[in-house]
């Protein structure tokens, strides 16, 4: 089988992981600080928080944020469940802001139409997390501006983009928000088998988020509520939760993050080869702004209709290609469902929905493969 997407591993990344095995610290050692280091510098920002998932990130950078009950949050439909769910964590109530059928997208001017409406009904929300699907960046500067305009909170989720940049400046920077968020999920472009970070220029949001993944302990006397009893005191001043990632982890990451680079190239020269010879097909082809330089996660496409999505699904599993479907709206799941959203709500991502294949693309795909792929749905299409 072909898979839609997976994992690269060297040699050195091996060795790399035995040598933290053969080391004294399995966790909580130099190399996790290594990473994070690593992967802000990468990024542009000041500050990396290592977590075992990008959900996990999510969760703390929504507590960073002092989310809680009584705040809502909007993110995009077309994202994956773990987007909206941080939010409900902390027992916000999640909404959500349709799509641009372009770019897949949160759509910056359903977002200004939805601020207006909410603002006139004082209900405006603290925190807009939007989506960069398939590793191409939102539109931050619109996306920004209506923030200072309406004064809410913005949370990148950058799970398919690290690697990617917005206006020439990496996604991550944190130019365009208060916090940004990578998995390390294998399917993601650099992986650390389960993980995730937490990048901010906000000094305080990141020892926040440094205290929450760790139980909520601190051992920083300046935020203590007394003095010290010795070296090996501490104190829990928030409730936190053990998200650590492990050196082992960490080992992996660092080792993937030396490649990133040649990552999103040969990504970026899988979807070129697949936009020239499919661009005679009956499909939608996913459309780039010349503001964004995509990290190339998914490559998805879209046909005729519902109907022809199965038909052509079907054909492709039948020939061993791991095609998959990103994303089915969120609002469409029952959970969100009981909390009162409903079809129709965001009729642009459940459109795009009812057509969509995302097609296999990762750095170890064969030209053979891909032609293979290419091959197989041109005779199903036909
Ligand atoms: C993968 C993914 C997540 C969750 O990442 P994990 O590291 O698996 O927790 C969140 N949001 C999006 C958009 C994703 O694709």
């Given at each position: 089988?072909?898979?839609?997407?997976r994992?690269?591993?060297t040699e050195?990344?091996i060795?790399?992981?035995?040598?933290v095995?053969r080391?004294?610290?399995l966790t909580?050692?130099?190399v996790?600080?290594?990473?994070?280091?690593?992967?802000a510098?990468?990024?542009?920002?000041?500050?990396?928080?290592a977590?075992?998932?990008?959900?996990?990130?999510?969760?703390i950078?929504?507590?960073?944020?002092?989310?809680?009950?009584?705040?809502?949050v909007?993110?995009s439909p077309?994202?994956f469940?773990?987007?909206?769910?941080?939010?409900r964590?902390?027992?916000?109530?999640l909404?959500?802001?349709?799509?641009?059928p372009?770019t897949?997208?949160m759509s910056?001017?359903?977002l200004?139409?939805k601020l207006?409406r909410?603002d006139?009904?004082?209900?405006?929300?603290?925190?807009?997390?939007?989506v960069?699907?398939?590793g191409?960046?939102c539109e931050?500067?619109?996306?920004k501006?209506?923030?200072?305009?309406?004064g809410?909170?913005?949370?990148?989720?950058?799970s398919?983009?690290?690697?990617?940049t917005y206006?020439?400046?990496?996604v991550?920077?944190c130019k365009?928000s208060?916090i940004?968020?990578?998995?390390?999920?294998?399917?993601?472009i650099?992986t650390t088998g389960e993980g995730?970070m937490?990048?901010?220029?906000?000094?305080?949001?990141a020892?926040k988020?440094e205290r929450?993944r760790s139980?909520?302990?601190?051992k920083?006397?300046s935020?203590?509520d007394?003095?010290?009893?010795?070296?090996?005191y501490y104190?829990q001043i928030?409730?936190?939760?053990?998200?650590r990632?492990?050196d082992?982890?960490a080992?992996?990451?660092?080792?993937?993050?030396g490649r990133?680079?040649?990552?999103?190239?040969q990504?970026?020269e899988?979807?070129n080869?697949?936009?020239?010879?499919?661009?005679d097909?009956?499909?939608?082809?996913?459309?780039?702004?010349i503001?964004t330089?995509?990290s190339?996660?998914?490559f998805?496409?879209?046909?005729?209709?519902k109907?022809?999505r199965r038909?052509?699904?079907e054909?492709?599993?039948a020939?061993?290609?791991g095609v998959?479907?990103?994303?089915i709206?969120?609002h469409?799941q029952?959970?969100y469902?009981?909390?009162?959203?409903?079809?129709?709500?965001f009729?642009?991502?459940?459109?795009?929905?009812e057509s969509?294949?995302?097609?296999?693309?990762?750095?170890?795909?064969?030209k053979?493969?891909?032609?293979?792929?290419?091959?197989?749905?041109?005779?199903?299409?036909?």
């Amino acid at each position: 089988m072909i898979p839609y997407g997976r994992q690269e591993i060297t040699e050195s990344d091996i060795q790399e992981v035995i040598n933290v095995l053969r080391s004294d610290f399995l966790t909580q050692g130099s190399v996790v600080p290594k990473f994070e280091r690593a992967v802000a510098d990468y990024s542009g920002a000041l500050h990396g928080i290592a977590v075992n998932s990008a959900t996990s990130a999510l969760h703390i950078a929504c507590m960073a944020l002092n989310i809680g009950p009584g705040d809502e949050v909007w993110t995009s439909p077309n994202t994956f469940l773990a987007t909206a769910n941080s939010a409900r964590y902390c027992g916000a109530k999640l909404d959500f802001v349709d799509i641009d059928p372009q770019t897949y997208n949160m759509s910056p001017d359903a977002l200004a139409r939805k601020l207006e409406r909410a603002d006139a009904a004082n209900q405006l929300p603290k925190l807009v997390i939007p989506v960069h699907f398939a590793g191409q960046s939102c539109e931050m500067r619109e996306i920004k501006n209506l923030s200072e305009r309406y004064g809410f909170y913005i949370i990148e989720d950058a799970s398919h983009a690290i690697g990617a940049t917005y206006m020439g400046e990496r996604v991550g920077s944190c130019k365009y928000s208060d916090i940004t968020v990578f998995s390390f999920h294998p399917v993601k472009i650099i992986t650390t088998g389960e993980g995730g970070m937490a990048v901010t220029n906000n000094t305080n949001m990141a020892s926040k988020m440094e205290r929450l993944r760790s139980h909520g302990v601190t051992k920083d006397e300046s935020l203590m509520d007394r003095s010290s009893d010795g070296q090996w005191y501490y104190q829990q001043i928030d409730l936190g939760f053990n998200y650590r990632l492990t050196d082992i982890q960490a080992a992996l990451g660092l080792s993937q993050l030396g490649r990133i680079n040649t990552y999103v190239q040969q990504r970026k020269e899988i979807a070129n080869y697949y936009q020239e010879h499919l661009i005679d097909m009956p499909l939608g082809l996913p459309f780039q702004s010349i503001n964004t330089n995509s990290s190339w996660h998914l490559f998805p496409i879209q046909v005729k209709n519902k109907m022809e999505r199965r038909r052509v699904f079907e054909g492709m599993r039948a020939a061993d290609i791991g095609v998959n479907v990103h994303y089915i709206p969120v609002h469409l799941q029952p959970y969100y469902r009981h909390l009162g959203h409903n079809i129709g709500d965001f009729p642009e991502s459940e459109a795009y929905y009812e057509s969509e294949i995302s097609l296999p693309i990762y750095p170890t795909l064969q030209k053979s493969q891909q032609d293979y792929v290419i091959k197989t749905l041109k005779g199903l299409l036909k």
